[in-house]
């Protein structure tokens, strides 16, 4: 009787390459992931989701704030990685909505002063109803706010303004003295393109 052939099954899991992701600059460095990868060149446009809890171990409501990093290189057992999103989490967004009041959006780009362009979405909360112009007056507020400040961010400053919540500060106290709202933020904040990718688009044009 023909013996059959057996056929080694490959085990990918021993395979692949453990690495740590560190975050930008803005956050130190700090680890925030420990993955798997098959090789160094597929990693790298990779993303990676965590809570702003998770990087700075602070207060527990951090959680409520996700943050994306793509990698954008590995170099041994470490990925560095550039920031690419931060949104509010979806628990956290449907805790805020109530009924009878308003709920306010204004959707726009921003770059930073060394060139990265954002796209941004500023929610705001208010107690009572409100009026088409005082809808109006309060998306002006917000724009002039990010309009002024932002642009003289650099990439970190801008991370860090709008992780802890310094930006949403700015914007509250601006639209404070003229409408009362119970929340003002950003609920997203998305990299379009980065410094560079900013650079060969001015000059191919």
Known sequence: MARQKTTRVKDKWREKKWVTVIAPLAFNNAPIAYIPITDDESAIG???????????KGDPSQHQFKLYFQISKVDGEVATSIFKRYEYA?????????????????????RTKDGYLFRIKIIALTQKKLNTSRKHALRLIAKDVMSKTIPEMTIDQFIQ???FGKINSDIMA????????????????KLIRTAEAETVLLQAK
């Open 46 to 56: 990779r993303v990676v989701e965590v809570t702003l809890f998770d990087i700075v």
């Open 90 to 110: 979806k628990e956290f967004l449907r805790s805020l909505v109530r009924r009878g009041s308003s709920l306010i959006t204004l959707i726009g780009d921003v």
């Open 174 to 189: 601006a639209v404070k003295k003229v409408i009362h709202v119970r929340h003002v933020g950003i609920e997203k904040a």
């Open 161 to 163: 303004a709008t992780a």
